[in-house]
């Protein structure tokens, strides 16, 4: 006479009740992090299919329409782009140097808690500073995708 002893593996329930939850529960979205992420993701695809649109168009159009009108507006653009590259680069600096007359002025912490609270004020400081650059020059990469693409587009028509 053979007798069977009930197994502790949970395996086979745990899975039964897995598919029985699924059956019942619909697909839940992504959680924050991982829905923020595929949202990046998208907004990086999106940018890099206006670029080779930007770029196809000006293959189509360009040759033809090689004028010293299209060369100053070119120009033109090109300048518009330079300041504002300029004006990023100006803020940067001025923020690096606000930083840098911030730390020198912190005074000695007495305490552990003084001293920390301290650092991470000049991290979060430092934190607005690169995100303020970084947001400034993507809207900037996304504004020139935009107006080249209408630019293209005025000359197609033309």
């Not at 001293?115 to 809207?139: D, I, K, P, R």
């Amino acid at each position: 006479m053979t007798t069977t002893t009930p197994t502790n593996d949970p395996a086979p329930a745990t899975a039964a009740a897995l598919r029985t939850l699924e059956a019942v529960r619909p697909p839940q979205p992504l959680p924050s992090p991982f829905a923020r992420m595929q949202k990046a993701m998208l907004m990086g695809s999106q940018l890099a299919a206006r670029s080779v649109a930007n770029e196809a168009a000006t293959a189509a159009v360009l040759p033809w329409r090689m004028d010293a009108g299209t060369w100053q507006e070119l120009a033109a653009m090109q300048q518009a782009v330079w300041g504002r590259l300029a004006q990023q680069h100006k803020a940067w600096l001025d923020g690096c140097a606000a930083l840098a007359r911030e730390q020198q002025q912190i005074k000695q912490a007495n305490t552990l808690s003084k001293f920390v609270e301290q650092e991470y004020n000049l991290l979060a400081q430092t934190s607005a500073l690169v995100a303020s650059q970084c947001t400034a020059f993507v809207g900037l990469l996304e504004n020139v995708q935009v107006d080249y693409a209408y630019w293209v587009s005025q000359k197609t028509q033309s």
